[in-house]
Structure formats: structure tokens, C-alpha cells
């Protein structure tokens, strides 16, 4: 088999690049990358290298780092190198190696292509091949990815390109010796303690005995899955649309309607997967829509409430500020629900009735306030009312959602409050016939 010929069919026929485009090779010093390196020299395209040395392997790494160097000497192109403490940051962000691994080296290429202004780079390539994409549609058929999982990897992904994914790992090596290119054996390769090694080096050449053809027939169906991918993609986000209703940083969705959506599984996947939810819990928000109100799930950043009609998805509160202490002549004051603006005026004159507003006789008010979050154990006296009532009692009578309640805050006065921020003031502090002075509040909502 001609590789040469081949990669140039492959790019064309994908309408990858251009010979007047200018490439960024990522090259780890293995057999794939340096193959590369090779096919782009003899096809005459301009490129530049790019290694990352991740750090892993002590004097292995450093090897990589300086074979690479040579290499890139020896094309007589531009090399650049970063060092990255990936175990620092999986650690830091919770996430596995090879996950870190990747974040770090696409942030990088990304942040070259954005600052090669005098030269500018056209696409970042790697080395992705036939083998690669096989091992990635077994894994993700096994996480439960769905079919976004099992079209495999893209020849073409925003500035990402793979012009390897025609040829098998087979061809690489041979195509390696017959041109008498050296390369470097990666020794973390062989351990089956990473999960990708393990498809490699067991699970596939089990299948392999029995069914000789598996990696062709894998292959085969990831060119229809694409193809069902873009048409699946196509009819999913137009029955998302007609589902959610965005409010602020939330999604509401009406129940009913979800429950009678066709594919509701994939359907819910799609918008789940969204907010750091896996496949497995989809039968879980499922069931949830089928629970009591007040009922909900979590991930590690939102929520899924069932809320009487409604599924509501919201982000988990952030932990950061929880008061804010307000000083006399302090026209505005900036927090998580908005923005509220504060005016003492002579005006007497009553504004039409607004949650959103408050008028206060400013006798009854001494300064500094304070806005906080409320708390269990709060308790106002609702306008128009001379009693007093708890805030949860009162969040129960006007329905409010547990988002809503847990989002809600209290401006208060000496230790009374004097509004529930965008939702009643406190009879106390009314405007009376008495009123001499008026302090105006008003809350714009983000």
C-alpha cells in the first residue's frame, strides 16, 4: 500500500488542508507523530513541531523532549516545547492523567494559534489513527455514551485535524522501516493499568479470535454512525428547543410534555449530559419525573428539581459572598440576583405596587443595613399584615421552588428586616401619613 498516496486522497477527500496552509504537528516522538512529520515533508507542506513534555516519566520524558528536538532539526522547522505538572493539575481539577493530559496540550496548541499573528498557524494535526479510533468507539460504547460516543474521533474538529485516521497502526510501522525513520518506544504502552492499553493489548485481540474482522467492521459502521450522528444531532436539538424555557441560569422544562416526548432516553441524555450528569443517571431523572414535588438529583455542579409541573436544572449555589453591609449615602450595592439601587428622597408620592421596589419610612430605619441570605428561624411581618410569619412558612404559601428559597435574601435594620428582596417589604416600615422622607429601593434582576 502507497501511504503517501493515500494520506494525500485522505486529506482531499476530507477537504482537511491546503499546501498553502501552515501546520502545527503535535509530536510525541512515537512512531504515529514522527510518520507524520514524514508524509507532510514528502508532500512538501509547511509545518512547525510542538512536544509536550507531560512530565510522567522522569528521564523517558526528557529523552522524548530531546529525540523530538533532533527531529525537528532534521526537517529544519521551528520546534517548541512546554513542560506541564500534570499530575498537579489532575489533582487539583479531580481529574484523571490522561485527561489532564489532553486539556493541558489543546490549551497550549490553542494559545499558539491565537499568538502566531506574524506567521500564522492554519490547523494543529495529531497523529490520531485507524487503531486509535477503534479503541475510542469500544470505550465509549462501554461508558454508554451514546451515538455521540461511537461516531468516533473526526477527521475535522474546529482547528483540530486527524489526517492518520485512514491508516492502520500496521501501515505506520511499515512505512516507518521501509523510510529507515527512528522513533520512541513509549514504556507506559505496554501497562494495562491505563484503561485505553487495556482495549489495545487485551480486549481487542480477544474479539479478534473471534471475529477476525472486527477492526474493519468497527470501522465501517463509524463512517454511518457519523453520518447518523449529524442527522440524530439535527432532530435532538429541535426537540430541545421546544422543550426548555430559560429563566436566568435555569432551565425549566414542563414534565408532562417531557414524558410524552418521543426518545424521551436520548432525548434527556442530550440535555443532562449538559450539566455533568452521566448516562446511567437518565433513568434516574426519569424516575424523578414521576416523584412528588421537592424531589431532586445532583451532580458536582447542578440540580435537577422536580418542582410541581416543572423539572427545573440550576447551578449548585456558589459559596462565595453571603452579606453585604450597606452604609448611609450608598447609592448601589452589587450581589448574586442582581443589582439593587438605593435613593432617599422627599418625593411621598406611593409607586404603583412592584416586587421588585420598596418605599420605606426612613425614621424607622437605621443605618449601616445589612443584605444577606435568609436564614432558618427569619421571620418579617408581611405588608399588610400585623402579625408576624416565619419565611419559610411564607416561601410555603407563595409556592416557591427549593431554588428559589435557597436564592432568596433579606435587607434588614437593626436586626429587623425590612424587605424580602424581591418579594414583600415589611409592614413596619410602610409609608404612613407621618412619612417625612422616603428611602427607594429598587432590584435589577441579572
Known amino acids: ?17 491546503k499546501p498553502k496552509d501552515r501546520l502545527l504537528i503535535a509530536v510525541s516522538g512515537g512512531v504515529d507523530s514522527v510518520v507524520l512529520c514524514e ?39 521551528a520546534y517548541y516545547v512546554k513542560h506541564f505538572d ?6 487539583e481539577n479531580k481529574i484523571s492523567i490522561q485527561v489532564a493530559a489532553r486539556d493541558l496540550r489543546y490549551k497550549w496548541f490553542y494559545e499558539m494559534v ?29 461508558k454508554g455514551t451514546g451515538i455521540n460516543g461511537i461516531k468516533g474521533i473526526l477527521p475535522k474538529n474546529e482547528k483540530i485535524l486527524r489526517p492518520l485516521l485512514f491508516a492502520a497502526k500496521e501501515e505506520l510501522l511499515s512505512f516507518a522501516k521501509d523510510n529507515y525513520l527512528e522513533y520512541r518506544e513509549d514504556s507506559s504502552n505496554s501497562s494495562d493499568k491505563y484503561t485505553r492499553n487495556y482495549f ?5 485481540p480477544g474479539l479478534e479470535k473471534v471475529f477476525p474482522q472486527v477492526k474493519e467492521n468497527i470501522l465501517q459502521n463509524a463512517e454511518r454512525f457519523r453520518d447518523i450522528h449529524s442527522l440524530y444531532n439535527k432532530a435532538v436539538q429541535a426537540e430541545i428547543k421546544k422543550l426548555i424555557f430559560v429563566k436566568g441560569n435555569e432551565w425549566h422544562i414542563p414534565v408532562l410534555k417531557l414524558l410524552k416526548t418521543t426518545g424521551l432516553n436520548s432525548i434527556l441524555y442530550e440535555i443532562i449530559k449538559e450539566v455533568g450528569f452521566s448516562a446511567l443517571q437518565t433513568a434516574e431523572v426519569i424516575k424523578l419525573l414521576r416523584s412528588s414535588s421537592g424531589k431532586y438529583i445532583q451532580s458536582d455542579s447542578h440540580r435537577i428539581l422536580h418542582n410541581r409541573k416543572w423539572l427545573i ?57 445589612l443584605l444577606r441570605k435568609w436564614k432558618r428561624g427569619d421571620y418579617f411581618y408581611p405588608l399588610g399584615m400585623q402579625k408576624k410569619k416565619k419565611l419559610s412558612r411564607f416561601f410555603i404559601d407563595q409556592k416557591l421552588s427549593m431554588n428559589e428559597k435557597e436564592n432568596s435574601w433579606v435587607l434588614e435594620s437593626d436586626k429587623k428586616i425590612i424587605w424580602v428582596v424581591g418579594q414583600r417589604m415589611d409592614n413596619r416600615f410602610k409609608i404612613t401619613d407621618k412619612t417625612k422622607e422616603v428611602l427607594k429601593l429598587g432590584l435589577q434582576c441579572k
Not at 114 to 142: G, R, Y
Open 114 to 142: 491565537k499568538q502566531s499573528l506574524d506567521q500564522p498557524i492554519s490547523f494543529i494535526l495529531t497523529a490520531h489513527h485507524a487503531d486509535d479510533n477503534i479503541e475510542t468507539i469500544l470505550m465509549n460504547f462501554f
Open 313 to 369: 436544572i440550576s447551578p449548585l449555589n456558589d459559596p462565595g459572598l453571603d452579606h453585604y453591609i450597606i452604609e448611609s449615602g450608598e447609592k448601589e450595592v452589587n450581589f448574586c440576583l442582581g443589582k439593587i439601587k438605593l435613593d432617599i428622597s422627599n418625593d411621598l408620592k406611593i409607586m404603583a405596587a412592584d416586587k421588585n421596589t420598596l418605599q420605606a419610612d426612613t425614621s424607622e430605619i437605621k443605618f449601616p443595613l
Open 39 to 77: 508524509l507532510c515533508k514528502q508532500a512538501g507542506y509547511d509545518f512547525i513541531i510542538a512536544h509536550c513534555n507531560f512530565q510522567l516519566r522522569g528521564a523517558e520524558s526528557d529523552g522524548d523532549e530531546s529525540f523530538v528536538k533532533q527531529l525537528a532539526g532534521k526537517y529544519g522547522v
Open 200 to 204: 489495545r493489548n487485551q480486549l481487542i
Open 1 to 17: 500500500m502507497d501511504l503517501q498516496k493515500n494520506f494525500q486522497q485522505y486529506i482531499n477527500s476530507e477537504v482537511l488542508f
Open 86 to 91: 500534570t499530575e498537579k493539575y489532575a489533582a
